[in-house]
């Protein structure tokens, strides 16, 4: 079992930055894959950026391709989304996930089984 909890949301202007934090503990994380998603009012999630266990593999959504960064610290059980040039259109919900298993870069929510409560990020235009 993974407990994930999320940190570093909040309200920023358009154009500014914020970094995402999540922390895991309770399994072997770092033979895991992790990934982050977002959800705005009626809307599906979305899959937003995704990383391998060893971090040397890394995929975005195509609407945050350029402008977000994903990373991970194995030793502190840490994973990070660093958001740039932030738009009205990138608030959401974002929560930290991580697979039963698998390695590899996953981008879709169903192959994610733990999930964080979610971290609101809100860009004011």
């Known amino acids: 079992q993974v407990q994930l909890v999320e940190s570093g949301g909040g309200l920023v202007q358009a154009g500014g930055s914020l970094r995402l934090s999540c922390a895991a503990s309770?399994?072997?994380?770092?033979?895991?894959?992790m990934g982050w998603f977002r959800q705005a009012p009626g809307k599906e999630r979305e899959f937003v950026a995704g990383i391998s266990w060893s971090g040397s593999s890394k995929e975005y959504g195509g609407s945050v391709k350029g402008r977000f960064t994903i990373s991970r610290d194995n030793a502190k059980n840490t994973v990070h989304l660093q958001m740039n040039s932030l738009k009205s259109e990138d608030t959401a919900v974002y929560y930290c996930?991580?697979?039963?298993?698998?390695?590899?870069?996953?981008?879709?929510?169903?192959?994610?089984?733990?999930w964080g409560q979610g971290t609101q990020v809100t860009v004011s235009s």
């Open positions: 996930a991580a697979p039963r298993w698998d390695g590899f870069v996953l981008t879709t929510s169903a192959s994610y089984v733990y």
């Open positions: 309770g399994g072997t994380f770092s033979s895991l894959a």
